[in-house]
């Protein structure tokens, strides 16, 4: 808990002072003003958090965090839960989406073993930070005990500030695990306030059926529970996965470290969510990299006041919208960092006298 208090302490405001020399910036460059629209703003964003307003970002990282979770015992996944490790394998292979969009942006992708069922020997040189082998069943009984769930967190920050040394500009949050919409869905009801059918879709493709099933088991595990939306932790630890409370944790060390962070999708939403939640200056540092096709992530990032960069009707997951948004958030960076000025250029400037 040390580890994670400290961590929040860290978190500061955003550079307000980079980022009006950044604004300023931006309008001195061979442009009209606000012609570059959302990317003018994403590298005033940039400069708030690393306070600085020339940066490149060519050093990205993507965190991919896998766990297992036990209530795929009630039916909510067509994906039996042996796939979470097959796909790790598959990772580690470089032959999942977010290999080949990771090599498209030149991000290197780590993958991270946060509670799956997996025994450590057949995941081979992939990292393991196992919590324990799987969440329980949360429609039975609370998902992980709280210390579990601040061991998550805490993991995740763990694994942020490992890679520091190797240089991260930019970080990105992905996740695997069969059955992981379930507790995000159910987080998001909890700390959105939205009724459950409202933040609940079909995850890996549920028929009808299927998807009520759902929404059932998934209001099961809140009367079950009966989660605190006013404590981040309860939540994580009635309906959560250790993925999501990892995720949680690279968002927070992030923020600590001030490092651009583009969330993923619905899982990454909702660790979003629990970060948020513990640390509210962390709204300020989240980018979202796209709008998922899973109804609930709407929502959310409704709440946390964020808009898409993105919308492209996906829900892989695996970081693979983050991935993709990165590569436009290093590309405002550049734009403000490396286009020349008016005066630098010898271009004219706009006509004072015509507005």
């Known amino acids: 808990m040390d580890v994670l208090r400290q961590t929040i302490n860290r978190i500061g405001p955003l550079d307000r002072a980079a980022m009006g020399a950044a604004r300023e910036r931006q309008d ?43 209530v795929v015992e009630e039916g909510t996944s067509l994906y039996p839960q042996e796939v979470t490790t097959q796909m790790m394998l598959n990772f580690e292979r470089g032959g999942a989406g977010i290999n080949v969009l990771a090599r498209q942006v030149g991000a290197r992708v780590v993958v991270v073993d946060v509670g799956t069922k997996a025994d450590a020997g057949v995941l081979g040189c992939l990292i393991s930070k196992k919590i324990a082998a799987g969440s329980k069943n949360m429609a039975v009984e609370p998902a992980m005990s709280r210390a579990e769930a601040e061991a998550s967190v805490q ?37 959105t ?15 009808d059926a299927g998807l009520a099933r759902k929404c059932a088991v998934i209001r099961k595990a809140l009367a079950v529970s009966r989660p605190d939306p006013a404590d981040p932790l309860d939540v994580l630890a009635k309906v959560g996965g250790f993925e999501i409370g990892a995720l949680a944790g690279v968002v927070l060390a992030a923020a600590a470290h001030r490092i651009p962070l583009v969330i993923d999708g619905f899982v990454s939403g909702a660790a979003a969510l629990i970060a948020v939640g513990l640390a509210p200056r962390v709204r300020d540092y989240l980018i979202a990299g796209h709008l998922s096709a899973e109804p609930g992530h709407l929502a959310l990032l409704r709440h946390l006041g964020l ?3 993105l919308c492209l009707g996906m829900r892989l997951g695996e970081g693979t919208g983050a991935c993709l948004g990165m590569s436009l958030v290093a ?7 490396e ?7 010898g271009v004219s400037r706009a006509r004072d006298d015509l507005n």
């Not at 009209?32 to 964003?45: A, F």
């Not at 600085?52 to 896998?66: G, Q, S």
């Not at 500009?169 to 992981?180: F, P, R, V, Y």
């Open 339 to 345: 286009m020349a000025t008016f005066q630098d250029a």
């Open 193 to 207: 306030g939205k009724p459950v059918e409202e933040v609940t879709g079909r995850g890996t493709g549920l028929d």
């Open 155 to 191: 993991t995740g920050i763990e694994i942020l500030e490992a890679e520091l040394s190797r240089g991260v500009d930019i970080a990105a949050t992905g996740d695997m695990g069969i059955g992981n919409t379930t507790p995000s869905s159910a987080i998001c009801a909890v700390l």
């Open 331 to 337: 590309a405002a960076a550049a734009i403000q960092a």
């Open 307 to 309: 808009e898409p960069l």
């Open 28 to 70: 001195d460059l061979t442009k009209p003003r606000g012609s570059l629209g959302r990317l003018e703003d994403l590298g005033v964003l940039v400069s708030g958090i690393t306070g600085r307003v020339n940066t490149r970002l060519d050093r990205k990282t993507v965190f991919v965090l896998a766990a297992d979770h036990g």
